[in-house]
DNA sequence: GAGCACTGC
């Protein structure tokens, strides 16, 4: 009945409508009067180009004959001349040949698994064989293609928007966080896999959208994995949606399965063939092996750049050193330039290493060389032109979760067959090439796993199942995973959310979890935002959360580091680093985020610029909230009653999260009683007693980093639950713990704490950054 | 007295 209404009310809107009484015929038959009025259903006249095309039902001929006539069908405008020169090159991509079986596969089948090796040209072409099939913009919906990187996003859809034809931000757009480049008239739109997700959580059943394209789903990134299970869960409800999941092809095999058996369609790359070497024995160090392969190259093999993957920036940068100063001693070989490549520097520095090779020396001499000594980067977000040769050492640093300890590190790994194959692709780009892989062919076949383990089995899950109620899925355990979590994992994160109360005792979802689940930081971020308001510092909150939520604010160059550390001290706060973090912010903006300001004082420009955009961002969701927005009335002195509600508002997140000096001197955790150091570049003093910490950091010592003085009073009384003393270890602080409680019962009226004391002693305003300065240097 | 692979909302 309501349906009926529904599609009544839409046919006057001059969308096309099936006849929802004909459903059980083919799609071509299913508009009144069959395909040969279906121009009426669109309203569009005789000789318009898509006059005949049938939703759902079209041929790739028409199609392409759409594609290459006169006025380009959604915009009523002739094509450009540009616009037929990028045709001719579209048609060359190994993807056009399989127009037709790829959209017999998609009218027949509402999934469809799609695997294709790079340069096959999928991200572009296969959303334009559906815009086309599938006509989204006649009934008011959209084409969703969704990308793991934003960069990706926004570059795919400026280059489809120039197949089309069209203004990018009009029919063809890009919606990531913080910039949504789309329209009314958008009817295809690359998004990242995090936007369409967050979308979800809001439209359950994705209506916006006719089809979703999954791209790069072997990424396996936390997005795409719950992404994927969502769909299974919404094309039951949605007979209508398309999906289509495209992949490397490794694992396909594996995205069929579990889809049900979905039909799958290869599509092979366009890529030059690359000879692989391997060592014969094992290398034991594997840095002064890829050291001494590169020089070898350059001093022996014909022109051609050389990549080199590495683990990480010292790594990087150390290797760049080495290799510039034995390549510039050897007489023999053509002059050569290094660049080190890693997403921690500077976008200009990046910029460098599509540099050309150096030119030899002499006319006809030994060949100039450019090396490009990377991480993981280069593996699959950027791509170099040129590279001839790989070398391949076999290791990355990768994530991985401890759940026993609750602890996020990251640890040099080998790698696995499909990036191994992946950077050893990078060398085929232009012309053949060849890879050196730093290891045994048997350690290849044997020890290398096929694919590296999906981001879901090596995260902390905290936020991925707060989002997972919130999209509605009660029953986690039962949840279709393509590759499901280890029970621990999933107790754990549900334990987190149940402390922070998003989550009661039933494990369902409380109206706190609710709007927890809407920011997108943390669970403990949200927890300590929402919060806040009632320590009445929502403002200072906002501040601290946006500076954790973006890379290191204070730089420090190797050969400058005692500056830097001078720079920095201007800021510390003597309880802590979360307080620091609020001076820089406010540094920042009295200077008037002047990025001269942000240079002499060895400040990150871009990371406090990304950090106000987080914060006008968590701004607009603590209005929605329906949150005030408040600070406590300023008063200089550290322990004041305004830096104390600060820090007790971090406390309502980070309960979980502290550390207790024992007399020795370490600092336990709380509960699990793993020994700790604070991290050096924290600006405490060594006297706190109870601390509360925002990273663990798991290197050849455990550090807590970015800590803050808390006192035990404030963590018994926001957290009752957690501090419940029978489920603590033995330990010096679970005895303090008890001597406080017991304390506080025998005294009936109890003594207020000092800071309480504090808070009635109004003191005036005054200069904060002017006094925050003043009182570090005291300290000093 | 040390380090940060890479993404994303």
Not at 87 to 107: I, S, Y
Not at 188 to 198: I, V
Not at 260 to 286: C, H, Q
Not at 653 to 667: I, K, P
Request: aromatic share 8%; glycine share 6%; charged share 30%.
């Amino acid at each position: 009945m309501s349906d009926s209404k529904k599609r009544s009310k839409s046919s006057k809107e001059d969308t096309p409508k099936e006849n929802p009484y004909l459903a059980h015929l083919p799609p071509s038959e299913r508009l009144v009067g069959g395909a040969s009025s279906a121009k009426n259903s669109y309203g569009l006249a005789a000789n318009h180009p898509l006059a005949n095309f049938v939703m759902g039902a079209t041929t790739a001929e028409q199609g392409e004959a759409a594609e290459e006539g006169e006025t380009n069908p959604f915009t009523g405008k002739p094509f450009s001349d540009k616009y037929r020169k990028i045709l001719a090159g579209r048609r060359k991509l190994p993807v056009n040949k399989h127009r037709k079986e790829f959209l017999d596969l998609v009218q027949n089948n509402q999934v469809v698994i799609l695997v294709g090796e790079t340069g096959s040209g999928k991200t572009t072409q296969i959303p334009q064989f559906m815009v086309f099939d599938d006509l989204p913009a006649f009934k008011g919906k959209k084409i969703a293609c969704t990308q793991p990187r934003r960069l990706a996003a926004m570059s795919v859809a400026q280059r489809v928007a120039e197949e089309m034809d069209v203004v990018m931000g009009q029919e063809v757009g890009y919606n990531i966080r913080f910039e949504d480049c789309t329209s009314e008239r958008t009817m295809l739109q690359y998004m990242t896999d995090g936007m369409l997700l967050r979308e979800a959580m809001n439209d359950p059943l994705l209506t916006r959208y006719s089809a979703v394209i999954l791209d790069e789903a072997h990424d396996r990134t936390l997005s795409t994995d719950i992404l994927m299970g969502l769909m299974k869960e919404i094309i039951k409800k949605r007979p209508d949606l398309k999906v289509v999941v495209m992949s490397a092809t490794l694992d396909a095999g594996k995205f069929q399965k579990y889809f049900d058996d979905a039909p799958l369609m290869s599509v092979p790359g366009r890529t030059f063939p690359v000879e692989i070497y391997y060592t014969p024995e094992p290398e034991s160090d594997y840095l002064e092996a890829a050291i001494f392969t590169a020089l070898q190259i350059h001093r022996t093999e014909d022109a051609g750049d050389i990549l080199l993957f590495l683990t990480g920036e010292e790594e990087i940068e150390d290797a760049c050193r080495k290799i510039k100063a034995e390549a510039d001693q050897m007489p023999d070989a053509g002059p050569i330039k290094v660049y080190p490549l890693y997403s921690t520097l500077p976008p200009q520095a990046q910029k460098r290493i599509y540099d050309d090779a150096p030119p030899p020396r002499t006319p006809g001499g030994r060949p100039g060389r450019k090396v490009v000594v990377s991480t993981n980067l280069a593996e699959t977000s950027l791509t170099i032109d040129g590279i001839v040769y790989v070398i391949d050492p076999g290791f990355s640093k990768q994530k991985v979760y401890n759940p026993r300890i609750r602890v996020e590190s990251l640890l040099v790994s080998p790698i696995s067959k499909a990036s191994a194959q992946q950077r050893s692709g990078r060398a085929g780009r232009t012309r053949p090439g060849k890879c050196f892989r730093l290891y045994t062919e048997n350690a290849f076949m044997k020890e290398l796993i096929e694919t590296t383990y999906p981001e879901i089995l090596r995260s902390n899950l905290g936020t991925v199942v707060l989002q997972l109620k919130k999209l509605g899925i009660d029953d986690l355990v039962h949840f279709d995973f393509m590759d499901p979590p280890a029970p621990e994992t999933l107790m754990r994160a549900l334990e987190l959310l149940n402390y922070l109360g998003a989550l009661d005792d039933d494990g369902n979802m409380t109206p706190l979890g609710s709007i927890m689940a809407d920011f997108p930081v943390d669970p403990q971020l949200a927890k300590m935002l929402i919060t806040s308001p009632q320590y009445g510092c929502s403002n200072e909150i906002m501040t601290i959360v946006s500076l954790l939520n973006v890379p290191l604010v204070f730089m420090r160059p190797p050969d400058q580091r005692k500056m830097a550390d001078e720079a920095k001290a201007q800021f510390s706060h003597p309880d802590g680093d979360h307080l620091t973090l609020l001076n820089v912010y406010h540094a920042y903006k009295t200077s008037g985020e002047d990025q001269k300001w942000c240079y002499d004082n060895f400040c990150n420009y871009r990371t406090l610029k990304s950090a106000d955009n987080v914060r006008t961002q968590l701004k607009r969701y603590m209005e929605r909230a329906d949150l005030d927005l408040v600070s406590l009335p300023f008063d200089e002195r550290p322990k004041g009653p305004y830096y104390t509600g600060i820090r007790k508002a971090l406390c309502a997140g980070y309960f979980m999260q502290v550390a207790h000096q024992e007399r020795s001197g370490n600092y336990l955790t709380v509960k699990d009683n793993q020994v700790v150091r604070l991290h050096p570049s924290s600006c405490l003093d060594h006297a706190s007693e109870w601390v509360i910490y925002n990273e663990f950091v798991l290197t050849n010592q455990n550090y807590i980093r970015t800590v803050s003085e808390v006192r035990a009073e404030w963590l018994l009384d926001i957290a009752p639950n957690y501090f419940d003393l029978e489920s603590f270890p033995n330990c010096e602080g679970k005895r303090v713990l008890e001597k406080l409680i017991m304390r506080r019962k025998s005294s009936s009226n109890r003594e207020r704490d000092d800071d309480d004391e504090d808070e009635r002693r109004k003191s005036r305003k005054s200069d904060r950054g002017d006094r925050d300065r003043k009182e570090s240097k005291r300290r000093r």
